[in-house]
């Protein structure tokens, strides 16, 4: 059984923040992850991405509900550090490819613990491409710069990464 206790320096941040309720990591653990997400208050710019809000031509809760998955989870402020020129071409027909590229990068097949995805070092996500991990379980980092905020926060199908910064794929 992998260890699934919430791993990372912002976990107290978070849980002070959303301390009970189905945003919490209580409250998460009961819901698939994109109700666990829909939840989450540091969650809202993902939630609008994957379900259709943000481009109508995206909308990925059906699959993310479909599976087992581990998540990279950008939160609001990852999503606010995007250039505005960025944003406004990812909710438009052009940018469908885009967005969904960018989005099925923050997904990996099957769920992982942190010292799973720390001994795997790079691990393939659902756009086809890998992430590298790195650090150690309370300092991990994605892709060398993109810090885990709070990992291992279980939902009922995925095991979450709130991550400071939105990964993008290679070009």
Do not use: W
């Not at 939630?47 to 809000?53: C, E, I, K, N, P």
């Not at 031509?57 to 479909?66: E, H």
């Amino acid at each position: 059984m992998a260890d699934t206790t919430p791993v990372g320096a912002g976990c107290a941040g978070y849980v002070a923040q959303v301390p009970t309720g189905a945003g919490s990591v209580e409250g998460m653990a009961e819901a698939n992850v994109t109700t666990a997400a829909s939840n989450n208050p540091l969650l809202t710019t993902l939630v609008a991405a994957v379900s259709g809000q943000l481009n109508p031509q995206v909308n990925l809760v059906d699959t993310l509900n479909g599976g087992e998955f581990t998540v990279f989870a950008p939160v609001d402020s990852a999503f606010a550090a995007l250039p505005p020129e960025t944003v406004a071409t990812l909710k438009t027909p052009e940018g469908t490819d885009t967005l969904t590229s960018v989005l099925t990068y923050h997904v990996v097949q099957g769920r992982m613990d942190p010292a799973m995805l720390l001994a795997a070092k790079s691990v393939p996500t659902v756009q086809g491409a890998s992430v590298e991990i790195g650090g150690t379980a309370d300092a991990m980092t994605v892709n060398g710069s993109t810090k885990v905020i709070c990992g291992n926060v279980q939902t009922s199908n995925a095991t979450v990464y709130l991550v400071d910064a939105v990964l993008m794929p290679p070009a």
